[in-house]
């Protein structure tokens, strides 16, 4: 349990977070997903970690998770219908490089 912003940030395993959630939502707690508050932070201007701390080894593995994954959709689309990045001079087109 974390005390954060306006409310708490709980964190459980899958199966007890179901019958907390149900016990939480009928005494009128509001919920919220985690893409969902980032995209809120994101709105009012707040950081969200690790995803605005890339300078931190926890932000650091996260680009570097995030970039995996636009790879790995990137590998999976045809080659006619990929983006040329080194035609447009993009250096690192899926983690941004930070020691440029």
């Known amino acids: 349990l974390i005390r954060k912003y306006n409310g708490w940030d709980v964190m459980l395993a899958s199966p007890e977070a179901r019958r907390l959630w149900v016990r939480l939502h009928y005494k009128g707690v509001s ?15 707040g950081l969200s970690f690790p ?7 926890a932000g650091a593995r996260y680009l570097t998770a995030c970039g995996a994954i636009e790879k790995m959709r990137f590998d999976a689309r045809p080659k006619s219908k990929r983006v040329n990045f ?4 993009v250096d690192a087109p899926f983690c941004p490089d930070w020691e440029v």
């Open 31 to 45: 919920v919220c997903g985690y893409k969902d508050r980032c995209a809120m932070l994101r709105d009012v201007g």
């Open 51 to 57: 995803e605005d701390f890339p300078e931190t080894p």
């Open 86 to 89: 080194a035609l447009y001079g």
